[in-house]
Structure formats: C-alpha cells, structure tokens
C-alpha cells in the first residue's frame, strides 16, 4: 500500500544532542513538508521541499535542518539549537491539488 | 498572521447531535478548502474537501457548507457518534502544494 513512513515513532534525546526523524514516502509525490505539532497550537510549518534538492524554511525553521537527495526521503534533523524540541512532527506530501497525505508522526521528547 | 482562523478550540456534543466547527480565511486566491481528523497519537487524514465555486459538499454524516462572499466555511457532523471524537482541521490550500491550517478543534461526542 501506498503512504508516508515515518520513523521512530517515539524518540527520546537529551539536551545537547542532535537527532533525525525519518521520513519516507512511496506515493510519488514531487513535494513534501515537515510539521511540528504542540497542543492547542495546531500544525506548524517547519521545512518544505518542491523537487529533489532544492527545499525552503516554513515558519518555525530555526533549530531545524534538512536534506532532499531522494524523491521519496525527506528527514528533518532537530539540532542542539532548537530549544524547545519536545513535540509531535509530521511529516506530509502532495502530488500538488491542494490534498496532503500525512505520515502517523513521531513523538520526540527532550529528557 | 493567522491565515485561517478556526473556532471554537473545544466543542462537546451529546450523541446524535450535530457538531459546527467554523473556519474564516483572508486570501481570496485559496483555491481548496480540506478538512482533517486527526485520532490522538495519529497523524491527520482528510475527511471531505470543497472548492470555492461550490456553496455545500456532503458526505454521508459529513458537510462542508462555503460562503464565498464571507469568506467563511463550516463542517457539519450529523448524527454525531462517539467514534468522532477526534480533532479536526481545517484548511486552505493555495496553487495546490501551499497549505495553511487552522489551530484545530477537539470534538468530544458523549455517548
């Protein structure tokens, strides 16, 4: 079947470190996007990608990094600097028509 | 700038009734108009879709009513049943890979 693998479903990090969330797609879809989700503040924009190798911060980027060698890969890297890390990611892709598809998200939380 | 503004943020709804979650949006170019349920711990699936060159879209127990003019829309729950207790987004969708959500609203139908 079709659909976005994300993975760990639950990540634990202590401060300081870094850690990637992974995000694989098989629907092939040209864009994908990465969401932070925190209670009562609906979903947050963090990094977008159009096409491979090319991708563009969203809302909330600082802290976060990305890559996009592959169609179908897009993890997001939550570095030392983002200072609030703990919260539930989303990952999401479109064939473009104005629907998303979501993955089922990680958790991470910061010890 | 909220894009999409979304109320209410909590709604409860005996069993059978029917649940209103409303959404305005500034930016007459939004082109679709998507609403997510999201089961805790999940990530959002969409649950119906409309376009702004149509007023209502039902179906089964879901409707999405569009008033172009207000630049307002409303998902409508008939029969509301206890396995719709979830969050729900709305969305607006520009050129069909930029998405903008509103903040979420957690339904709970009490049986």
């Known amino acids: 079947d079709g659909g976005i693998t994300q993975s760990p479903k639950y990540l634990f990090r202590k401060e300081g470190q870094n850690v990637t969330l992974s995000c694989e797609q098989n629907l ?11 209670p009562g503040q609906g979903l947050r924009l963090i990094y977008y990608s159009q096409i491979v190798n090319d991708f563009q911060k969203g809302d909330i980027a600082e802290g976060y990094s990305v890559s996009r060698e592959k169609k179908e890969s897009f993890p997001l890297t939550v570095t030392s600097a983002q200072k609030n890390p703990t919260a539930f990611y989303l990952c999401a892709s479109t064939l473009g028509g104005g629907v998303l598809t979501f993955g089922a998200g990680s958790r991470l939380t910061v010890l | 700038q909220q894009q999409v503004k979304q109320s209410p943020q909590s709604l409860i709804v005996q069993k059978g009734g029917i649940s209103i979650i409303n959404c305005a949006y500034e930016n007459t170019a939004f082109d679709y108009f ?24 039902k179906e089964g127990r879901f409707t999405i009513s569009f008033n172009k003019s207000a630049k307002q829309f409303s998902l ?17 969708s520009l050129t069909g890979n ?8 957690s339904l709970t139908v009490i049986p």
């Open chain 1, 28 to 38: 092939n879809h040209d864009a994908m996007y990465w969401y932070r989700q925190d």
């Open chain 2, 34 to 57: 998507p609403w997510y349920q999201q089961f805790p711990g999940k990530g959002p699936a969409l649950l119906i879709a409309i376009r702004p060159d149509v007023s209502e879209k």
């Open chain 2, 76 to 92: 409508h729950i008939m029969d509301s049943q206890p396995g719709d207790s979830a969050t729900y987004f709305c969305a607006a």
């Open chain 2, 98 to 105: 930029q998405f903008y959500f509103g903040t979420g609203t």
